[in-house]
Nanobody
Framework: QVQLVESGGGLVQLGGSLKLSCAASGNIFSIYAMDWYRQAPGKQRESVAR???????AYSDSVKGRFTISSDNARNTWYLQMNSLKPEDTAVYYC???????????????WGQGTQVTVSS
């Protein structure tokens, strides 16, 4: 079984910073891509940032220049450094991974449980 465990959420003031972490554990063979999504109340879940196993990154326009995704592949852990936070960044943040397990090349999608980020004005 595979688990994704997030940490680092909390309450921060406008303009502040937070760093989220997501650690994957279990019978992981390979992680192909790691993402952060968020879901604000009454809104659909949206992609925030993505990093591939080759370290290519992509960001949503709303966070580009403020958020940075990074990974420690040896630890199966990835991070989201969030700077210059705004009230509209308030949401539950979820990590996601596209990975294979055991020795199989089949790819699966796994989600973390979510961590709340609240930005006060």
């Amino acid at each position: 079984q595979v688990q994704l465990v997030e940490s680092g959420g909390g309450l921060v003031q406008l303009g502040g910073s937070l760093k989220l972490s997501c650690a994957a554990s279990g019978n992981i063979f390979s992680i192909y891509a790691m993402d952060w999504y968020r879901q604000a109340p009454g809104k659909q879940r949206e992609s925030v940032a993505r990093i591939t196993s080759g370290s290519s990154t992509a960001y949503s326009d709303s966070v580009k220049g403020r958020f940075t995704i990074s990974s420690d592949n040896a630890r199966n852990t990835w991070y989201l450094q969030m700077n210059s936070l705004k009230p509209e960044d308030t949401a539950v943040y979820y990590c996601h991974a596209e990975l294979s397990i055991g020795g199989s090349p089949v790819r699966y999608s796994y989600w973390g449980q979510g961590t709340q980020v609240t930005v006060s004005s």
